[in-house]
């Protein structure tokens, strides 16, 4: 019986470890991610994107699929996903921000026009700190391999003495090719 027992939990056990690493991206709210950011600070990784973009949603089917951008993005950031379109009010760093209809017929959300600086591209994402203060806005569509070392370079806090391209040299890639 212990042995049966024993088995079952193995088989479950595994079960939910490969559950888990199917999972992806634990993607938060802005105001979740400030929450949890008061209990155990961590730098925000802010995708900002729009429903009508393909790469955006290529993006979404592919890189943040992989298990090693979904472990970094679950582990050393808080990761969230922002509609650039969004029409709710949303709260961040003690201001409201609201959507803003464009005079060509599109708006977009006062707190996507902030984060990417004016700069709205699509996908584009914004590196916070944990202060929640920005420390860059990429642009563009990544692959996991591309986006990987950006990542790291943030999360490990090499950007504080290490220039991007020296740190590009000596990065070394978790991702099986």
Known sequence: ?????????????????????????????????????????????????TDWCG????????????????KILNTKYYPVKFNAESKEPVEFAGHTFTYQQGTGGRGAHQLAIALLQGKLAFPSVAYLDEK?????????????????????????DAYKTTSWQDYQKSFVSEIKK
């Open 132 to 156: 929640m203060q920005l420390l860059t806005v990429v642009p563009g569509y990544f692959t996991a391999e591309g986006l990987e070392p950006i990542l790291q370079y943030f999360a490990t």
């Open 1 to 49: 019986m212990k042995k049966i027992v024993f088995i079952l939990g193995m088989v479950l056990g595994t079960g939910l470890w490969v559950f888990s690493q199917e999972e992806g991206v634990k993607w938060l709210t802005i105001e979740q991610a400030q929450e949890l950011n008061k209990k155990e600070p961590r730098k925000f990784f802010i995708d900002v994107y």
């Open 55 to 70: 790469w955006c949603k290529k993006m979404d089917q592919t890189t943040y699929k992989n298990p090693v951008i979904a």
